[in-house]
């Protein structure tokens, strides 16, 4: 015989009083991670272009001023005109986190009419939304954007944000239309149709809320290509830039050659801003991901059971056959006990 | 066979559409393209490389918008993208031609390479979930997030200018003559490797992570648990039971993130000079060459389509539900 016994040390649902707390500590570290890198830079985006010590676009005329190495009056050094990298950056993040954040919200909200009205209209018509999505996912992006932004009159951040939010719905488009097929066939829809409910609102306050974890997934995904893309094309000039964002900044020191004056401060802080931002994204979106699919979940997330780490992936343990760790004295102790017969299948 | 049928038919849909976008991007677009590109060059435009913009962006009386569309299909076809603006008498199909070995060899091997390691790590990854190639997973994520042309700085910066291990810029050595030589040969692979491991660095991450997710939800499939009780050596259960069916959904992702892969590696080159597609990419921008960057774009769009195409042979060979007839992907 064995003794099966659910036991489990994780706390119990939270009172009503701490469900905050308690939901933040079961976010997978992962997210936790993430969620504070990324905090980090949306205060900076808010609080910095107050706080810059000088204005970034102004160029100190006297020439000891110029391409200095980070100081106590410049913590982050000079540019070669004698600009402020630091003031640069703290008015830079606010653009290209403004850009992203838009281009993410503008594009979500395009796949998933995209997505929902495909999976509800179905026949010819998800079929053509299917193949536009499809077509769009393999012509490759940023020369498509190069094209279009390279022969758009105005150059600039609302160009920018229209390119990229009206490429950048297709993979979500595609994904949240599987989900909202799978969502159809379930019995709360079956009802609300039974109901009366009219088809938009079945679509608006039943099969959307159902998929918000995907959308939010799908929101932070769309970010980090549009923080991808905005550099990039940045980077090559495709932009308006009189303006300061991270990709502006990298094109500046690129043109002006940084690297070849050896002026690492130039361009190290604003890739290393673009690079963390995007860490904290990808992490993120790994927390939803382990959220979603416990067996994404690292050992950390392991359980303990009986003195034992199990991972949620492990079959819940049979107790009777697990050798809870004891002290040799404790397992003196307990070799007296008539609960000892259960331990070890006949090895005592 | 059928299966690749379709794939056959979805790319040629593709291709059409990037063609046709390509032909009303700019005849869409509020004219000032035009007159921009004719301000530019005041009375030095030749007849040869108005008859490209012609051809091109629809400058001028050039007949109906369907014969517009005919004669620039028909151009395509032929390779001939017209003479170029900027660089006259250059032809844009010689511009382009002269590049495009340079971004093949270099972004082409340098992603089978990551490809490959990123998988193999991914296998290795996956199967002992919680391991140590777990622990280093948030670096790599780093790692992923970095842009390539970031990276390039910063390895040119320490590799190359402090440690001075590897050449900087260019394709080869200013002092070696193009050609079948060694000198030349060894020359160009020394000035590639930098370049090199940038794309390996910054995208073995990305491979690596999503093989280890398809790996571990593979691992925990039944037929796994089976061969692992037959008592099968790990090597063979590994590599023939969990990896082989984990590789699928990765070769279908191989084919989607290429375009993605392509675009980083190409602003990359402007980084080291290298005079591949995406340098030339760089300076059609800044001169505002639009025949060239069009061009450019078809180029690059063709290159991954067919890169796809090759994905999904190998997906034929690799999985038989493709063989038989219903459609996977």
Same mark, same amino acid.
């Given at each position: 015989?064995?003794?099966?016994?659910?036991?489990?040390?994780?706390?119990?649902?939270?009172?009503?009083?701490?469900?905050?707390?308690?939901?933040?500590?079961?976010?997978?570290?992962?997210?936790?991670?993430?969620?504070?890198?990324?905090?980090?830079?949306?205060?900076?985006?808010?609080?910095?272009?107050?706080?810059?010590?000088?204005?970034?676009?102004?160029?100190?005329?006297?020439? #000891?001023?110029?391409?200095?190495?980070?100081?106590?009056?410049?913590?982050?050094?000079?540019?070669? #005109?004698?600009?402020?990298?630091?003031?640069?950056?703290?008015?830079?993040?606010?653009?290209?986190?403004?850009?992203?954040?838009?281009?993410?919200?503008?594009?979500?909200?395009?796949?998933?009419?995209?997505?929902?009205?495909?999976?509800?209209?179905?026949?010819?018509?998800?079929?053509?939304?299917?193949?536009?999505?499809?077509?769009?996912?393999?012509?490759?992006?940023?020369?498509?954007?190069?094209?279009?932004?390279?022969?758009?009159?105005?150059?600039?951040?609302?160009?920018?944000?229209?390119?990229? #939010?009206?490429?950048?719905?297709?993979?979500?488009?595609?994904?949240?239309?599987?989900?909202?097929?799978?969502?159809?066939?379930?019995?709360?829809?079956?009802?609300?149709?039974?109901?009366?409910?009219?088809?938009?609102?079945?679509?608006?306050?039943?099969?959307?809320?159902?998929?918000?974890?995907?959308?939010?997934?799908?929101?932070?995904?769309?970010?980090?290509?549009?923080?991808?893309?905005?550099?990039?094309?940045?980077?090559?000039?495709?932009?308006?830039?009189?303006?300061?964002?991270?990709?502006?900044?990298?094109?500046?020191?690129?043109?002006?050659?940084?690297?070849?004056?050896?002026?690492?401060?130039?361009?190290?802080?604003?890739?290393?801003?673009?690079?963390?931002?995007?860490?904290?994204?990808?992490?993120?979106?790994?927390?939803?991901?382990?959220?979603?699919?416990?067996?994404?979940?690292?050992?950390?997330?392991?359980?303990?059971?009986?003195?034992?780490?199990?991972?949620?992936?492990?079959?819940?343990?049979?107790?009777?056959?697990?050798?809870?760790?004891?002290?040799?004295?404790?397992?003196?102790?307990?070799?007296? #006990?008539?609960?000892?017969?259960?331990?070890?299948?006949?090895?005592? | 066979?059928?299966? @690749?049928?379709?794939?056959?038919?979805?790319?040629?849909?593709?291709?059409?559409?990037?063609?046709?976008?390509?032909?009303?991007?700019?005849?869409?677009?509020?004219?000032?393209?035009?007159?921009?590109?004719?301000?530019?060059?005041?009375?030095?435009?030749?007849?040869?490389?108005?008859?490209?913009?012609?051809?091109?962006?629809?400058?001028?009386?050039?007949?109906?918008?369907?014969?517009?569309?005919?004669?620039?299909?028909?151009?395509?076809?032929?390779?001939?993208?017209?003479?170029?603006?900027?660089?006259?008498?250059?032809?844009?199909?010689?511009?382009?031609?002269?590049?495009?070995?340079?971004?093949?060899?270099?972004?082409?091997?340098?992603?089978?390479?990551?490809?490959?390691?990123?998988?193999?790590?991914?296998?290795?990854?996956?199967?002992?979930?919680?391991?140590? @190639?777990?622990?280093?997973?948030?670096?790599?994520?780093?790692?992923?997030?970095?842009?390539?042309?970031?990276?390039?700085?910063?390895?040119?910066?320490?590799?190359?200018?402090?440690?001075?291990?590897?050449?900087?810029?260019?394709?080869?050595?200013?002092?070696?003559?193009?050609?079948?030589?060694?000198?030349?040969?060894?020359?160009?692979?020394?000035?590639?490797?930098?370049?090199?491991?940038?794309?390996?660095?910054?995208?073995?991450?990305?491979?690596?992570?999503?093989?280890?997710?398809?790996?571990?939800?593979?691992?925990?499939?039944?037929?796994?648990?089976?061969?692992?009780?037959?008592?099968?050596?790990?090597?063979?259960?590994?590599?023939?039971?969990?990896?082989?069916?984990?590789?699928?959904?990765?070769?279908?992702?191989?084919?989607?993130?290429?375009?993605?892969?392509?675009?980083?590696?190409?602003?990359?080159?402007?980084?080291?000079?290298?005079?591949?597609?995406?340098?030339?990419?760089?300076?059609?921008?800044?001169?505002?060459?639009?025949?060239?960057?069009?061009?450019?774009?078809?180029?690059?769009?063709?290159?991954?389509?067919?890169?796809?195409?090759?994905?999904?042979?190998?997906?034929?060979?690799?999985?038989?539900?493709?063989?038989?007839?219903?459609?996977?992907?």
């Amino acid at each position: 015989m064995t003794l099966v016994l659910p036991v489990s040390t994780e706390p119990a649902i939270p009172a009503e009083g701490a469900p905050e707390i308690g939901r933040w500590r079961r976010l997978p570290r992962n997210a936790k991670a993430g969620v504070i890198i990324l905090g980090f830079f949306i205060l900076t985006a808010i609080v910095g272009p107050y706080v810059t010590p000088y204005d970034p676009g102004y160029q100190n005329p006297s020439l #000891s001023a110029s391409l200095q190495a980070p100081s106590a009056a410049h913590l982050l050094g000079t540019t070669q #005109s004698g600009q402020d990298v630091l003031s640069q950056l703290l008015v830079g993040v606010r653009l290209t986190l403004e850009l992203a954040f838009i281009v993410g919200a503008v594009a979500t909200a395009l796949a998933v009419i995209g997505g929902v009205s495909a999976a509800a209209l179905g026949g010819v018509w998800d079929e053509i939304l299917s193949l536009v999505s499809n077509v769009f996912l393999v012509i490759p992006a940023l020369p498509l954007l190069v094209v279009l932004l390279g022969e758009l009159p105005q150059k600039g951040q609302t160009a920018t944000i229209l390119v990229l #939010s009206v490429l950048g719905w297709p993979w979500g488009a595609r994904v949240i239309r599987a989900q909202t097929l799978a969502i159809r066939n379930r019995d709360f829809i079956a009802a609300a149709r039974e109901t009366g409910e009219k088809t938009w609102r079945i679509l608006a306050f039943e099969i959307v809320p159902n998929q918000v974890s995907l959308i939010a997934a799908n929101f932070v995904n769309t970010v980090l290509y549009a923080i991808g893309a905005s550099v990039a094309l940045a980077f090559i000039g495709l932009t308006n830039l009189s303006s300061w964002s991270l990709g502006t900044m990298l094109y500046w020191a690129q043109s002006q050659d940084a690297l070849q004056l050896g002026a690492w401060w130039w361009f190290v802080p604003p890739g290393l801003a673009v690079a963390l931002i995007g860490t904290s994204l990808v992490l993120l979106n790994t927390g939803i991901d382990e959220l979603s699919n416990p067996r994404l979940r690292d050992a950390h997330s392991a359980s303990r059971i009986a003195g034992q780490r199990v991972r949620p992936t492990e079959p819940t343990p049979v107790l009777a056959n697990m050798q809870p760790r004891r002290s040799p004295v404790a397992a003196f102790l307990h070799s007296f #006990s008539r609960s000892s017969l259960l331990d070890g299948n006949g090895k005592r | 066979m059928a299966f @690749l049928l379709r794939r056959l038919l979805f790319y040629a849909v593709a291709a059409w559409v990037a063609l046709t976008a390509n032909f009303f991007i700019p005849r869409a677009m509020p004219g000032n393209a035009i007159q921009g590109i004719m301000a530019k060059f005041p009375g030095t435009l030749q007849p040869a490389a108005y008859k490209a913009l012609q051809a091109m962006l629809g400058v001028g009386n050039a007949g109906s918008l369907w014969h517009q569309y005919v004669s620039y299909l028909n151009d395509v076809v032929h390779f001939n993208f017209g003479t170029d603006v900027t660089e006259y008498p250059a032809k844009v199909s010689t511009l382009v031609g002269e590049t495009i070995p340079w971004t093949i060899t270099l972004v082409g091997t340098a992603t089978i390479i990551a490809f490959l390691l990123g998988t193999l790590l991914g296998i290795l990854a996956g199967w002992r979930h919680g391991g140590w @190639l777990d622990r280093v997973l948030p670096g790599l994520m780093f790692l992923q997030a970095v842009p390539y042309f970031f990276l390039a700085l910063i390895l040119i910066e320490v590799l190359a200018i402090r440690l001075n291990v590897f050449p900087i810029g260019s394709g080869y050595a200013q002092d070696v003559v193009p050609g079948w030589n060694w000198a030349f040969i060894s020359s160009a692979v020394a000035h590639s490797l930098l370049p090199a491991l940038t794309i390996v660095i910054t995208s073995v991450a990305g491979w690596m992570l999503q093989m280890r997710n398809v790996m571990i939800t593979t691992v925990g499939e039944d037929y796994v648990l089976a061969a692992q009780a037959k008592g099968l050596p790990d090597r063979r259960v590994i590599y023939t039971y969990a990896a082989r069916n984990a590789l699928l959904p990765q070769l279908q992702g191989f084919g989607l993130a290429l375009g993605f892969v392509v675009s980083g590696a190409i602003i990359m080159e402007i980084v080291f000079s290298y005079p591949g597609i995406g340098l030339l990419l760089v300076n059609a921008v800044t001169s505002d060459d639009y025949p060239l960057m069009q061009a450019i774009f078809l180029v690059i769009t063709f290159a991954v389509l067919l890169a796809n195409v090759i994905v999904d042979i190998l997906i034929v060979f690799m999985d038989p539900r493709a063989r038989v007839s219903e459609v996977t992907a």
